[in-house]
């Protein structure tokens, strides 16, 4: 199969194409002389815009050609692009978590970096010389904060405190308004399932492993819990003591049976990526892991060191010669330890493109 990345956080180093703070992988190949009847090309995530259209426009890629999309979890930054693609791509059905046409997701990270302008619309071409230096700056813009929709506000929590100060929240999530009245192109999915004999979606369960610290910045609201529709989007509307602490239920990692093992695609990891591995060879009864994509919520902090050292120890324990390509919500600490430490891993980058066997 072939993994072309629309849109990432990091620029490509020579092509003038969109970067923004999201990810929107087009997968393709996947099926060697495949039917009309197997799906044979995928769009993962649809980035913080429309600037995933843009550049598979640039790329040559043909957005029609689609089977079917797939969302793998709630967040603008892999939802923001959703409205443009129902608008251009419509008769294709988009598979996603039903909780994320329901559910209201908030961050009370705070902002980091004051004045960043978006890199959104904006075009982005660098020299092989500055790559190094681009790739630094991209890393450290704000992780779970989609530059499409900052407009926080940018007072300070207090991390030491045991209950999270919730005064700050910003609503994060999909807009909900496009999920309002007929949405044939909505395809809901409540639990694990074969999409075809060797595709399955899996909802990560296992918890034998540590998740993201990252996370504890990240809250839900149910939708029985949540204002109405209308008021949705209103500072007014958000009510920081409903909300509770995220536990992703809504996010689902796309997985490939191969005969060298499993693929998968799990663009945040929340759930951490040895749980969502744990659980795809659970679900799909493969044991063994040729390739992981997706970034792993390793931000920025003073416990990320140990965090991601933690982590390159189990995988070096587990998957020794399985490949992993990451990028999006991977901190350039983070980064930087996992491509000195792992002999099979690689950043990806938007306009990348890697071909799986």
């Keep these: 199969m072939r993994i072309t990345f629309l849109v990432d956080n990091l620029p490509h180093p020579t092509l003038p194409l969109l970067t923004e703070h999201g990810l929107s992988m087009y997968i393709d190949q996947i099926t060697p002389n495949s039917s009309l009847l197997t799906p044979n090309s995928i769009l993962c995530d649809m980035g913080a815009s429309g600037a995933y259209i843009k550049n598979a426009k640039a790329l040559g890629i043909d957005l029609n050609a689609c089977h079917w999309a797939f969302l793998s979890h709630a967040h603008a930054d892999h939802t923001g692009g959703l409205g443009k693609w129902i608008a251009q791509y419509g008769h294709i059905p988009v598979y996603a978590s039903h909780r994320i046409a329901t559910d209201e997701y908030f961050s009370s990270r ?200 933690d982590f390159i120890n189990e995988w070096l324990r587990l998957y020794p010669n399985a490949q992993l390509y990451t990028g999006h919500c991977t901190c350039a600490k983070a980064a930087a330890l996992l491509q000195e430490h792992l002999p099979h891993c690689q950043l990806f980058y938007t306009g990348f493109q890697l071909v799986i066997d």
């Design 110 to 309: 705070p902002k980091r970096v004051e004045g960043r302008k978006s890199k959104v619309e904006s075009q982005c071409k660098v020299t092989d010389e500055s790559f190094n230096r681009v790739i630094d700056e991209s890393y450290n813009c704000l992780i779970d904060e989609p530059l499409t929709i900052q407009r926080e506000r940018s007072e300070q929590i207090n991390d030491s405190t045991s209950k999270r100060e919730r005064s700050n929240l910003r609503y994060i999530g999909a807009d909900l308004n496009l999920f309002h009245g007929h949405t044939p192109w909505f395809k809901p999915i409540e639990q694990n399932t074969w999409f075809t004999p060797h595709i399955a979606l899996v909802h990560p369960s296992c918890n034998l492993y540590p998740k993201p610290l990252g996370n504890k910045y990240l809250t839900v609201v149910e939708g029985q819990k949540s204002k109405v529709a209308s008021q949705r989007f209103n500072d007014s509307a958000i009510q920081p003591e409903r909300s509770e602490n995220d536990p992703f239920l809504h996010e689902i990692a796309l997985c490939f049976v191969t005969p060298k093992g499993l693929v998968i695609v799990s663009c945040c990891s929340h759930h951490g990526a040895l749980n969502t591995i744990a659980s795809c060879m659970e679900f799909t009864g493969c044991n063994a892991l040729h390739a992981y994509m997706g970034g792993l919520h390793f931000v920025d902090s003073e416990e990320v060191i140990k965090e991601t050292t």
